[in-house]
């Protein structure tokens, strides 16, 4: 399934797998919801109540669609965060880490350049949809 992310500043798809996460999060589409950011992380409420997946990671790749179980909120990493190793420190071999708050269930990849995200500001709104054929 493919799902439309729409800020002040832009937009993007994302194509998720078919998890069950996935599917308690499309049963809710469209949402609207606040943007909060951390560090190059992008975050916000949906409302969803889940549970931690058994394949959970919190080390994910730039551009993964994954589900913050334990602030029933979407996470878009496109870049290290605060808790990155390396964070603030000159180039080292963990360049570029996405580690997040914590273990967050992978629901997908974000189509393109996940550095569009770049662009979300604390406080945009934030709508998802799903992306029609």
Known sequence: MQIRISWP????TAT??????????????PLVSTAQTWGEEVYFGTGVRVPRETEARQVVEPGTVAFWTDGDALALPYGPTPISRGWGLPRTEFEGECRLAGPCNVLGRIDGDPRRLATVRAGDPVRVEPLED
């Open 9 to 12: 500043a832009g937009h993007l």
């Open 16 to 29: 998720l797998d078919d998890t069950p996460t996935t599917r308690a999060l499309v049963k809710e589409l």
